[in-house]
């Protein structure tokens, strides 16, 4: 999330519970959320474990708000979709529970990058050096013929320490448009 598409995260959730960021974050269980992520909760045992003192909230209107949250990052369905015409192979390395299926079905993202890499389906989080890893394996790349675009400087470095390229996403298309341009050849090799 936010490198392809908004994170609801850090406004949209504590917003539905009238709370700032850091009350949420303070409210909820520690280790609930990187759970889910991993696939090691349900939705529904997530849903129940999402505050430490297990309080109820309307379940249905969270998860719908946060449904309604996702969209594009500005200028970024554009540049995925210039790169897959140019034949660059892309994949998903994502940090998310069984919702970016929430994704898919609103925005599509799969029309131009496959979910290939998902937590929730992988068991492992970034910046684990062993998603990086199972990722160069999986894809028959050596990991540096990989190239990670992640918003969170931590992941990059992780990827970096296993031997990929990484690119830190500012926010900015335009600005991963040129750093993008200094690093990959203008046709792009078969695979």
């Known amino acids: 999330m936010d490198t392809l598409v908004r994170d609801p995260f850090r406004d949209v959730m504590p917003g539905f519970f009238g ?12 280790d609930a959320w990187g ?3 991993r696939g090691e909760l349900d939705e529904q045992h997530f849903l129940e474990s999402f505050f430490a003192d297990g309080r109820s909230f309307d379940q249905a209107g969270f998860c719908q708000a946060i449904r309604d949250a996702y969209q594009w990052l500005e200028g970024m369905e554009q540049l ?5 015409q140019r034949g660059y ?3 998903v390395l994502s940090n998310y529970p069984v919702w970016y ?3 898919e079905q609103r925005l599509g993202v799969s029309r131009y990058v496959p979910w290939t890499f998902v937590s929730c389906h992988l068991g492992l ?7 990086f890893q199972r990722v160069a394996r999986e894809l028959a790349r050596s990991p540096e013929e990989c190239l990670l675009i992640d918003d969170r400087a931590r992941n ?4 970096r320490a296993v031997g990929m390229r990484a690119i830190q996403f500012q926010g900015s298309a335009e600005r991963l448009h040129r ?5 990959l050849p203008e046709q792009q090799a078969s695979t």
């Open 156 to 159: 990059c470095e992780a990827a």
């Open 35 to 37: 759970r889910f992520e």
């Open 80 to 84: 995925v979709h210039r790169l897959a």
């Open 125 to 131: 989080r970034k910046p684990d050096p062993a998603i």
């Open 19 to 30: 709370l700032t960021l850091e009350q949420m974050l303070a409210l909820k269980h520690p």
């Open 101 to 103: 299926r929430w994704i």
């Open 179 to 183: 750093e993008l341009s200094v690093l």
């Open 89 to 91: 192979p892309m994949h």
